[in-house]
């Protein structure tokens, strides 16, 4: 089955691959690449630690929540849905000793490598996110307290300071804080019936995450980004059209979605639309039928006619 769209560290991968070896611009991605999955473990660890959650009391649990009021968008890692209180729930995988401000609002970080490192301060996210769960359960007429928990993933992780108005800790921590946010809120609101009812309204009111054209999101400038169809294997690029199917000149691999991954990676790389004479330059496939059949193959929405058609990916897609 040929996929649709690439995810966020695909499509960084893909950059990283075609950009020069000494590039500044490869240098910034690959640590962006790096913070990015070693967020996505820490989330995996935090979606591991719940599983010790276990209450007689009634409660659903909704992971990476994209939600949005008119135009402000939210992305919350987990929201617990009990019959007192939902629970705004934000990791943050950073390691060090983490130091809170109070006084200025400031949040840093202090390790051995980098010294002192000023970051944007995570519990003011998180309040933002409990503000934006309390408008959004009122615009849907739910009553229900909206509270917040802001745990720290990283093992080697040290909190100096906590911030003053937003429960934190690590993620050993993490339950008892839990119960304790829903015993400071006494009085059950919802059933089990109800509960699921509200998890289902906010399941079908997700938003999908529209994901920016890398030269964008990180003014990088296009003609940096070299062109080919690139081997999964030998990461050169290196695969060409032989008869019916797709070969790597420097390793042998077979590979038919290699091109088709070529025409997705210009989508994550350069946005759209784009048409058929772009996608020839950036593969290097000279031949405008072969193109026209992988652009057939990913069903994207199209728009115009012969030389003038300009290609999409079809916007209900998730990137």
Same mark, same amino acid.
């Given at each position: 089955?040929i996929?649709?769209?690439?995810?966020?560290t695909?499509?960084?991968?893909?950059?990283i691959?075609?950009?020069p070896?000494h590039?500044?611009?490869?240098?910034?991605?690959?640590?962006?690449l790096?913070?990015?999955?070693?967020?996505m473990?820490?989330?995996?660890?935090l979606?591991?630690?719940l599983?010790? %959650?276990y209450?007689?009391?009634k !409660?659903?649990?909704?992971?990476?929540?994209?939600? *949005? +009021?008119?135009?402000?968008?939210?992305q =919350?890692?987990?929201?617990?849905?009990?019959?007192?209180?939902a629970?705004?729930?934000?990791?943050?995988?950073?390691?060090?000793?983490?130091?809170?401000d109070?006084?200025?609002g400031?949040f840093?970080?202090?390790d051995?490598?980098?010294?002192?490192?000023?970051?944007d301060?995570?519990?003011?996210?998180?309040?933002?996110?409990?503000?934006?769960?309390?408008?959004w359960?009122?615009?849907h007429?739910i009553?229900?307290?909206?509270?917040?928990?802001?745990?720290?993933?990283?093992?080697?992780?040290?909190?100096?300071?906590?911030?003053q108005?937003?429960?934190?800790?690590?993620t050993?921590?993490m339950?008892?804080?839990l %119960?304790?946010?829903?015993?400071? !809120?006494p009085?059950p609101t919802y059933t089990?019936? *109800? +509960?699921?009812?509200?998890?289902r309204l =906010?399941?079908?009111?997700?938003?999908p995450?529209?994901?920016?054209?890398?030269i964008e999101q990180?003014s990088?400038?296009?003609?940096?980004?070299?062109?080919?169809?690139?081997?999964?294997?030998?990461r050169?690029?290196t695969i060409?059209?032989h008869?019916?199917?797709?070969?790597?000149?420097?390793?042998?691999l077979?590979?038919?979605?290699a091109?088709?991954?070529?025409?997705?990676?210009h989508?994550?790389?350069?946005?759209?639309?784009?048409?058929?004479?772009?996608?020839?330059?950036f593969t290097?496939?000279?031949?405008r039928h072969?193109?026209?059949?992988?652009?057939?193959?990913?069903?994207?929405?199209?728009?115009?006619a012969?030389?003038n058609?300009?290609y999409f990916?079809?916007?209900?897609?998730?990137t």
């Amino acid at each position: 089955m040929i996929k649709l769209s690439l995810s966020r560290t695909e499509a960084l991968e893909a950059a990283i691959r075609r950009l020069p070896t000494h590039s500044p611009e490869r240098s910034f991605l690959e640590k962006e690449l790096y913070n990015i999955t070693a967020g996505m473990r820490g989330e995996q660890r935090l979606m591991k630690k719940l599983i010790e %959650f276990y209450s007689q009391e009634k !409660y659903e649990i909704i992971w990476n929540n994209s939600l *949005s +009021l008119g135009n402000w968008p939210v992305q =919350i890692d987990g929201l617990l849905l009990t019959s007192r209180v939902a629970i705004v729930i934000e990791s943050k995988n950073i390691s060090g000793e983490l130091h809170f401000d109070n006084d200025t609002g400031e949040f840093y970080r202090i390790d051995s490598l980098a010294g002192k490192t000023v970051m944007d301060n995570p519990a003011i996210q998180i309040e933002k996110h409990v503000r934006f769960m309390k408008n959004w359960l009122r615009e849907h007429a739910i009553i229900l307290p909206v509270d917040g928990l802001l745990v720290f993933t990283a093992k080697q992780s040290e909190l100096k300071s906590l911030p003053q108005n937003i429960r934190t800790c690590r993620t050993h921590q993490m339950i008892e804080r839990l %119960f304790q946010i829903i015993n400071d !809120y006494p009085t059950p609101t919802y059933t089990k019936s *109800s +509960l699921l009812t509200i998890r289902r309204l =906010i399941e079908n009111k997700q938003t999908p995450y529209i994901q920016k054209p890398l030269i964008e999101q990180y003014s990088i400038q296009p003609y940096l980004f070299n062109t080919g169809v690139y081997c999964t294997h030998c990461r050169t690029p290196t695969i060409k059209k032989h008869r019916r199917t797709w070969l790597c000149e420097e390793c042998g691999l077979e590979d038919k979605k290699a091109p088709h991954q070529a025409v997705l990676e210009h989508f994550a790389l350069f946005g759209g639309p784009v048409s058929n004479k772009e996608i020839r330059s950036f593969t290097g496939i000279n031949d405008r039928h072969v193109i026209k059949r992988l652009l057939t193959d990913l069903d994207l929405s199209k728009e115009g006619a012969k030389k003038n058609r300009n290609y999409f990916l079809k916007k209900n897609r998730d990137t």
